[in-house]
């Protein structure tokens, strides 16, 4: 979303940019150049209001580009559709009215205006959400009984140092604790690859760090061990079914080494089915990479599924749970 936001600030600004140097040259001479101005200040005021009402990543298809990893094309196209119709109307409304002087310079003055206000309300918000605090809505059973389906709240993007935007890097910040409550974009670039029973590219997801690098990591009849020792205080983890879940023989037979390769691209899942929940690993958490589980332990979509997060796919720490009021309090 923020991104979607500093792109959308980028292109009103250029707007307000190129429209304030017009104005000081005279503004448009002819109902026409007023009418495509009008025009396509609508396009992107249309387009830029759908793409940020389009919230859902459920499906992303791919294209050339960055932008492929903001936008994906399924939004794009009613986005276009929204932006035209609206350039339509605007290029109407200023055609009827443009032999006049006056109208021209009530269009311009009107379009430069709101532009004006979309760039900063847009380039503040999105400068905000990448580096300081997002609202985040809890969307899974994962975290029960910590986090509850529809819990509001929100992160700190901060604590964890300064992000170079599109560079995964932070800077001036501290580390990631064992423990921590994160947000994180789900680690697979592959649109097409299905985890946990379906697609999970480009998803926000909320989990417990359980895991720092070069920690070994084990689950043996759901018991973690970290380093081959059993964590003995997890007052957070909760157990939603009383049987568990046999070992599976396919991962017994598989090498160590290559059941740590399956897991650090993301494969496992994909050779042994749904069936680590129980008995997992032992794997080592790579440089720069965490393990992450679900406080639901038995109702969790994690680490064990899905392999490692890497540190730039972390975009902060759940902070402060502000909805509903009667469960308002510091995530921990």
């Known amino acids: 979303m923020e991104y979607r936001l500093f792109f ?18 005279g503004g448009p001479k002819s109902p026409l150049a007023s009418a495509l101005w009008h025009a396509l200040f ?6 830029s209001a759908t793409m940020i009402l389009a919230m859902s990543f459920e499906k992303r298809e791919r294209f050339i580009s960055f932008a492929a990893q903001v936008f994906s094309v399924g939004e794009i196209y009613p986005a276009l559709g929204v932006g035209v ?8 409304r200023a055609w009827s009215s443009g032999e006049s002087v006056e109208s021209r310079r009530y269009f311009i003055d009107e379009d430069l205006d709101w532009a004006r206000t979309v760039f900063e309300a847009a380039l503040t918000a999105s400068l905000l959400m990448m580096f300081v605090l997002q609202a985040f809505k809890i969307p899974s059973g994962s975290m029960e009984q910590t986090l509850l389906i529809g819990d509001h ?22 580390s990631v604790k064992r423990g921590d409550v994160v947000v994180f974009r789900f680690p697979v670039d592959d649109p097409r690859e299905l985890h946990c029973g379906s697609v999970q590219y480009g998803k926000d997801f909320v989990k417990r760090v359980i895991g720092l690098p070069g920690d070994v990591i084990e ?4 018991q973690v061990l970290i380093n081959d020792k059993p964590v003995e205080k997890e007052p957070y983890a909760a157990y939603a079914d009383q049987y568990r879940q046999p070992e599976s ?23 042994l089915g749904d069936v680590q929940r129980d008995f ?14 679900g406080d639901n332990r038995d109702r969790s979509c994690d680490s064990r599924y899905w392999g ?12 402060f749970l502000y909805w509903p009021p009667s469960r308002m309090k510091v995530v921990r």
């Open 85 to 92: 119709a609206l350039g339509a109307i605007g290029f109407w």
């Open 8 to 25: 959308i600030g980028a292109a009103m600004g250029a707007f307000v940019w190129f429209t304030s140097g017009w104005k000081e040259e």
């Open 42 to 47: 609508l396009f992107l005021s249309g387009f």
């Open 280 to 293: 997992f690993g032992p794997v080592k958490v790579p440089p720069r990479s965490y393990f992450m589980m």
């Open 153 to 174: 709240l929100f992160v700190n993007k901060f604590v964890y140092g300064l992000r170079v935007p599109f560079s995964g890097r932070r800077i001036l910040g501290g």
């Open 308 to 319: 490692p997060v890497d540190q730039g796919d972390i975009k902060g720490k759940a902070w």
């Open 249 to 271: 023989l396919h991962a017994k037979e598989l090498a160590p080494e290559r059941y740590q390769e399956l897991w650090q691209g993301h494969h496992l899942d994909q050779e």
């Open 219 to 222: 689950v043996r009849q759901g």
